[in-house]
């Protein structure tokens, strides 16, 4: 029981450094917009958020269709983007809030990035 307590915590631990090493390299460069992205085992959500803290949008992939989750991370990329051109944003920083870069969180990225969002 032991050994499963500490592979937790050793996991929970790489994902804390991670997340603490995407976020100061991020505020570093100072972004106008930021996307933080935040999974869950079924949804993913992302908010914009400005330097100062403030959020201005948010979306979230319940509402959209695909078979898989990686395709709905992906159609919420694009409606993500179109909400974002309403607001007359063209460019943000991407931040994966110390979740690797591949399957959800690579497939928003590149659904914004088809829905013209420099990212």
């Avoid at 570093?28 to 085992?41: D, E, Q």
């Avoid at 919420?76 to 460019?91: C, N, P, Q, S």
């Amino acid at each position: 029981m032991t050994y499963l307590k500490n592979k937790l915590l050793e996991k929970q631990a790489k994902y804390l450094r991670r997340k603490q090493r995407v976020n100061t390299q991020i505020k570093l460069a100072t972004p106008a917009y930021r996307a933080v992205i935040t999974k869950s085992n079924l949804y993913v959500k992302v908010d914009l958020i400005t330097p100062d803290g403030n959020t201005v949008a948010s979306i979230t992939d319940k509402g959209t269709t695909g078979t898989t989750k990686t395709q709905r991370a992906q159609q919420a990329g694009i409606a993500f983007a179109d909400m974002l051109k309403a607001k007359k944003i063209e460019k943000l920083t991407f931040d994966r809030n110390g979740y690797l870069y591949h399957g959800r969180v690579k497939a928003f990225a590149d659904g914004m990035r088809e829905g013209g969002i420099q990212v």
